[in-house]
């Protein structure tokens, strides 16, 4: 396993099952940033990763490990800008769920 592999498994923390769930939901398709059009980059982020959690370790390519580094510097980014209260509803926790980390787990 590589660092890489680690990184985006210490930071993805719902299961394939969870995410594909979640994304189905009106608050994941509510939140992000939709610069391109109708899906949010952290919504297509979040089906990409569905579908890396499903594949066997030798099935993953060179461009799921890059989109794997993606995800786990955008929940560690994400994570350093916690904001205060309870963040059970807010759009920052909908945004990580949506890159496949659910702060509350």
Same mark, same amino acid.
């Given at each position: 396993?590589?660092? &890489?592999d +680690?990184?985006?498994? #210490?930071? /993805?923390?719902?299961?394939? =099952? #969870?995410? #594909?769930?979640?994304l $189905? *939901?009106?608050?994941?398709? $509510?939140? &992000?940033?939709?610069? $391109? &059009?109708?899906?949010?980059?952290?919504? #297509?982020s $979040?089906?990409?990763i569905? %579908?890396?959690?499903?594949? !066997?370790?030798?099935?993953? *390519?060179?461009?799921? +490990? %890059?989109?794997? !580094?993606? /995800?786990? =510097?955008?929940v560690? +980014?994400?994570?350093?800008?916690?904001?205060?209260?309870? /963040?059970? +509803? *807010?759009?920052?926790?909908?945004?990580?769920?949506?890159? &496949?980390?659910?702060?509350?787990?």
């Amino acid at each position: 396993m590589t660092t &890489g592999d +680690r990184d985006f498994d #210490e930071a /993805v923390n719902m299961t394939a =099952g #969870e995410l #594909e769930k979640w994304l $189905g *939901t009106a608050e994941s398709r $509510g939140v &992000g940033d939709k610069s $391109g &059009g109708g899906e949010s980059t952290g919504h #297509e982020s $979040g089906r990409r990763i569905v %579908a890396i959690l499903r594949k !066997r370790k030798d099935e993953i *390519t060179d461009a799921d +490990r %890059a989109h794997m !580094r993606k /995800v786990a =510097g955008y929940v560690h +980014r994400h994570l350093a800008q916690r904001p205060k209260g309870d /963040v059970s +509803r *807010t759009p920052w926790r909908y945004s990580l769920m949506n890159w &496949g980390h659910d702060p509350l787990n």
